[in-house]
């Protein structure tokens, strides 16, 4: 440790510490551009000038150690007068286009231009001109607005993994961009716009939408993918206007995937914003006390084993249990959270979770990824992942259809289960081995068998132990888990997916369930589709219920580790849509088998009740594993190859199917499963 | 610029350049092979002139050179257009780089600039003559201030010119002759312009 004095407050930071953290240790705002505490240092905009006591002239604090004993001084008439010089070589060729900049109002380079900007301008000679560039559908580009921080460039090459950013020429005619004009191949690209300090790169979907002081901010969470990524929905009026990321270090640390980020336009298509029941051959529009005597109506003659319940990707944890409590009361066990026929056993909760954490990632020596494409199906969960394979010696190794770019280096073992032993000693060797197994791998026939056979190999390697938790399921969607938590399988003698659609129930109420293909419901079965989009099942359904998206709603969460993180409504459902569960408590009333709960106090009371995992909300609990048994399994796995779960990053739920945005995202950058032959 | 220099649909390395670079990637510890970047360049650059005519660093040339030694293309296409001796646009068969720098300029540098323009059918600095046989580039100091005014042709200086001996040099050129690189004047090495004027004797007088 070194004992620094800024502005005469003594303060202890690490050695290798750089005088910018120290300066913030002691409370000390320093403006800066280029610095970001996630990048690498850059030390190109010298805004972070600071006088050290002996130094000859103002140093840039970012770039520049500590020392024991150093005297830091960040508010002399040295420092104020060299920050002044550096804003107004900055705002020589900026153009100062404030009024019509997309960043204006939450810009760095117009906030510390009111402190350390002149009054007026001394510059009469031309201002030079970048040409914009065309970087993909998401991120906007004003190149002339550009200050070459290089942040983009640093976050591109060294958090995204996708090192396609540069500056390239010298001097006077540097640009940045990526020299021959392509579309960025990031799922992590809506980040860029985050990290610029000035306006070079927006959102471009929000262009000339708003500005920050008209939007309502509200702290949510985003479900799109099963990260649980902490996020912040702006909105205006009935209408979200765009997403941005909220620090979480244990989750997303501060980024957030395209998907999650972009896809809020399909918020407004296609939306089921009224009941419809089926009459005569066609889907009429009906109120709700119609909708719920149709449903009843049904309902009323049926035994209980004859009714069953699915509960999809993006159904939330409040509406889960209230479902489960609504079939319970008519007698049904057949329930099932995973509508996409992953064969997950939901014995155990570590056979379902993320056990090792995200966190955990950065501990891990060595990984194992079986059946995921984790670069499409978690993006930021894989930013940590090439995050502990950029701090050196963790060998990784994949299992699935070869050639998978997963922005770090990985050996491919082969495309199906029985490739993934080939990996053993590598693990073996490791003191913190991690195996990740997508869902997708559990989604054929002989999942369980995958299943068991990947806890098999974890258990052999020693990634099993008191202290070190090792396996983990990636899931997809921020639905999946809270689900498997709520135990929303199938109970005593109660029918699975596979055998309700078998023809096991002659009614099926589908919770947000868009993960198989509606054709394989029977003609006979009698549907109930509660959910927001009218998607592929609403097509099929009887009864539409019209339910809320997960911003339109105060929801729970669970994402793949296991984290119950709590969603707030950002704004409300459209027409007569209603918040999930409130849909299922009224309707339970309607048919008297009233739920006991009627306020979100008391409905989150019974997730509590219903699992621990609820009454610590924004944590998780993490261990090792004490019980070495395995999932069930028949059989070995066949040698079948594995199939990636998500054809389209851009399109692969309801959401993101009716957004715009993300449909020029398709079009783009194309089926992500067409890989390279090397 | 000639159609013939547009950019190539594709680049491989000869046999002379492989042997080149074997000999380059041999100075850098493994690992570090990234370092290669410019003497690679400088061999993509050589061996286009040699082959077209033209000596230019095409951009699948880069993605060749970043691919051979594990760069991301864009690393390579950063450095090329950082250093202004990679010529990342077809230039002409010859390269006029005149030097415009202060010495050369007081001794006369305009003058060649303009015999440059009047014998090559140059439009001025950045410009390609109408036959492709001559590109004019601007310069800054290379080095050879005690001969100026200079220019160099592709890797030959030539120093100590003038209007006349300027157009004589690139007439030589036009007529494919390569003229001995060095003083036009006759001066040896960087002695005084009238020879030697100390150490003339030997050493025991």
């Known amino acids: 440790m070194a004992k620094v004095t800024v502005d005469g407050i003594e303060v202890e930071v690490p050695n290798g510490a750089s005088v910018l953290q120290a300066c913030e240790a002691a409370g000390k705002e320093i403006p800066r551009f280029c610095y970001h505490e996630r990048l690498s240092v850059a030390g190109n905009c010298r805004m972070c000038l600071v006088e050290v006591e002996k130094a000859p002239k103002p140093v840039a604090s970012c770039a520049f150690p500590v020392a024991d004993g150093m005297k830091v001084f960040t508010d002399t008439p040295v420092v104020r007068n060299a920050r002044r010089g550096v804003m107004e070589f900055l705002l020589i060729n900026h153009p100062l286009d404030c009024p019509i900049c997309d960043q204006g109002g939450e810009c760095d380079l117009q906030d510390q231009a009111y402190a350390y900007g002149h009054d007026s301008s001394r510059y009469g000679e031309a201002k030079r001109a970048v040409k914009d560039k065309d970087i993909g559908p998401l991120v906007k580009t004003v190149m002339t607005r550009c200050i070459q921080c290089t942040r983009c460039v640093r976050f591109a090459a060294e958090v995204a993994g996708t090192p396609e950013l540069g500056g390239t020429n010298r001097g006077e005619n540097m640009e940045i961009g990526t020299y021959v004009e392509k579309a960025l191949s990031s799922e992590l690209s809506g980040n860029l716009i985050d990290i610029c300090p000035v306006g070079a790169l927006t959102s471009r979907p929000y262009a000339f939408v708003s500005r920050p002081w008209e939007l309502k901010k509200t702290d949510s969470i985003d479900v799109l993918d099963a990260v649980g990524a902490n996020i912040r929905v702006d909105s205006r009026g009935p209408e979200v206007l765009r997403i941005i990321p909220r620090v979480n270090e244990a989750v997303n640390e501060e980024w957030m995937a395209d998907r999650g980020r972009f896809s809020f336009d399909g918020l407004k298509r296609r939306r089921l914003d009224r009941p419809w029941v089926h009459k005569d051959g066609k889907m009429v529009a009906a109120t709700w006390p119609e909708a719920f005597a149709a449903i009843a109506h049904r309902l009323a003659g049926l035994p209980g084993e004859r009714i069953g319940a699915v509960a999809g990707a993006l159904a939330d944890a409040e509406s889960v249990v209230a479902l489960k409590d609504l079939m319970a009361a008519y007698g049904s066990a057949n329930l099932d959270c995973r509508d996409d026929g992953a064969a997950i056993d939901a014995s155990r909760p570590d056979y379902w979770r993320f056990n090792t954490t995200i966190e955990g990632i950065e501990e891990a020596d060595a990984l194992l990824i079986i059946g995921s494409d984790i670069r499409r199906e978690a993006p930021v969960l894989n930013a940590r992942i090439r995050k502990r394979w950029a701090a050196g010696r963790f060998p990784v190794a994949y299992v699935g259809p070869r050639g998978l770019d997963l922005t770090y280096p990985a050996t491919h073992l082969g495309d199906g289960p029985g490739a993934m032993g080939a990996f053993a000693e590598t693990l073996k060797a490791a003191q913190k081995p991690m195996v990740i197994v997508g869902r997708g791998a559990l989604q054929r026939p002989d999942g369980a068998a995958v299943l068991a056979a990947a806890w098999k190999l974890a258990a052999e390697v020693g990634a099993l132990t008191p202290d070190w938790h090792g396996f983990n399921l990636l899931h997809l969607f921020g639905g999946q888990v809270g689900a498997l938590e709520l135990g929303f399988v199938p109970g005593q003698g109660g029918k699975d997916l596979a055998a309700m659609l078998a023809g096991g129930v002659d009614a099926l109420w589908l919770l947000n369930a868009d993960g198989f293909d509606p054709a394989r419901i029977p003609a006979s079965t009698f549907v109930v589709y509660q959910g927001h989009h009218g998607d592929a099942m609403a097509g099929r359904a009887d009864v539409i219920l019209p339910g809320a998206a997960y911003t339109e709603k105060d929801a729970t969460w669970v994402n793949t580790e296991g984290r119950a993180q709590r969603g707030r409504l950002a704004i409300h459902p459209p027409g007569e849509a209603k918040e999930d569960w409130r849909i299922v408590r009224a309707f339970s009333e309607g048919v008297g088998k009233t739920l006991p709960y009627d306020d979100a106090g008391a409905i989150r009371a019974r997730l509590a009740e219903a699992s621990p995992v609820f009454a610590r909300i924004g944590e998780v609990a993490r261990g090792g594993c004490a019980d070495l048994a395995g999932p069930a399994a028949t059989a070995a796995p066949t040698d079948a190859a594995f199939v990636l779960p998500i054809p389209v990053y851009h399109q692969a739920d309801v959401i993101s199917r009716a957004s715009d945005t993300m449909a020029k995202c398709a079009e783009v950058y194309g089926p992500q499963t067409a890989l390279a032959a090397e | ?205």
């Open chain 2, 1 to 205: 610029m000639s159609a013939e220099h547009a950019e190539p649909a594709s680049f491989a390395f000869d046999a002379e350049s492989e042997a080149k670079i074997a000999t380059i990637l041999k100075r850098y510890p493994e690992g570090k092979q990234a370092s290669a970047v410019i003497p690679l360049l400088y061999v993509v650059q050589k061996q286009m002139g040699l082959q077209t005519g033209s000596a230019w660093v095409p951009r699948v040339a880069m993605d060749v050179v970043a691919d051979r030694l594990g760069m991301a293309p864009i690393r390579v296409y950063e450095v090329a257009t950082f250093y202004f001796m990679f010529n990342t646009k077809p230039i002409g068969r010859f390269h006029l780089q005149v030097c415009g720098t202060t010495p050369c300029w007081l001794r006369g540098s305009d003058e060649v600039l303009r015999a440059c323009k009047d014998a090559g059918h140059l439009k001025g600095y950045g410009d390609t003559s109408p036959d492709g046989l001559f590109t004019l580039t601007e310069m800054e100091c290379m080095g050879a201030c005690v001969n100026a005014p200079m220019i160099a042709v592709d890797d030959d200086y030539y120093e100590d010119l003038d209007y006349e001996s300027t157009v004589k040099l690139i007439e030589a050129l036009k007529r494919g002759e390569r003229p001995t690189p060095g003083s036009a004047t006759g001066r040896r090495s960087s002695e005084a312009a009238g020879g030697a004027t100390a150490l003339t004797g030997s050493e025991t007088e």
